[in-house]
């Protein structure tokens, strides 16, 4: 079973605002970013959805199987595609 910490403090990445303006209600929620993949997604306690922290990243989980089951932090993933595309700028020359 995958559990958000208690000691850890929730730190919103940025927030949805919805609007609804035919029954004139507003409701605004905070947004979390996913440490592997950078989804946004709304965390809403007892929602059902499987969703858990990185011991590793020490990240907020989007709940994808592909993000719950391997540790790959987005950044380092950014870090490669940039040495690739270094690589291939001085290959060419």
Known sequence: M???PKH???RPASYLLGDYRDINKQEEYDLVRCCHCSMHFVERSFSGHKRGW???CGGKVCGKPQCMTRCEP???KIEAYERRSKLM???KG
Request: a positive charge.
């Open 8 to 10: 850890i403090q929730r």
């Open 2 to 4: 995958l559990v958000t």
């Open 54 to 56: 990185c011991w590793n």
């Open 89 to 91: 700028e001085a290959l």
């Open 74 to 76: 987005f950044m380092r």
